[in-house]
Nanobody, 123 residues
Framework: QVQLAESAGGSVRAGGSLRLSCTAS????????MGWWRQVPGKQRELVAT??????????NYADPVKGRFTISRDKDKNTVYLQMTSLKPDDTGVYFC??????????????WGQGTQVTVSS
């Protein structure tokens, strides 16, 4: 089994910044990709940013609305991914979920999700 531990989100005013972290632990043979998704009530979960945990040369992938404002980074040794969010807007409000795609110790590829953390941006 694999667990994803997300840091707490928070509430900020528009223009502010927040940093999220997510650490994966458990039956992990190889961590392939980690990233962040977000969801607001009534809408589908959407990608925010993802990055390879394997290849140094791969560039992170960002959703268009967050490009230039959010930065995803990683600590491969700790199976941890970070999301630095700056110039936050009210539209960034939502529940942020960490996602990990990995090879388990049993030899299966699987996707795991964190429990989600609330980010609220007020105008």
């Amino acid at each position: 089994q694999v667990q994803l531990a997300e840091s707490a989100g928070g509430s900020v005013r528009a223009g502010g910044s927040l940093r999220l972290s997510c650490t994966a632990s458990g039956s992990i043979r190889v961590m392939d990709t980690m990233g962040w998704w977000r969801q607001v009530p009534g809408k589908q979960r959407e990608l925010v940013a993802t990055m390879s945990m394997v290849y140094e040369s791969d560039s992170p992938n960002y959703a268009d609305p967050v490009k230039g404002r959010f930065t995803i980074s990683r600590d491969k040794d700790k199976n941890t991914v970070y999301l630095q969010m700056t110039s936050l807007k009210p539209d960034d409000t939502g529940v942020y979920f960490c996602r990990a795609y990995l090879l388990t110790n049993t030899g299966d590829f699987a996707t795991y999700w964190g429990q989600g953390t609330q980010v609220t941006v007020s105008s």
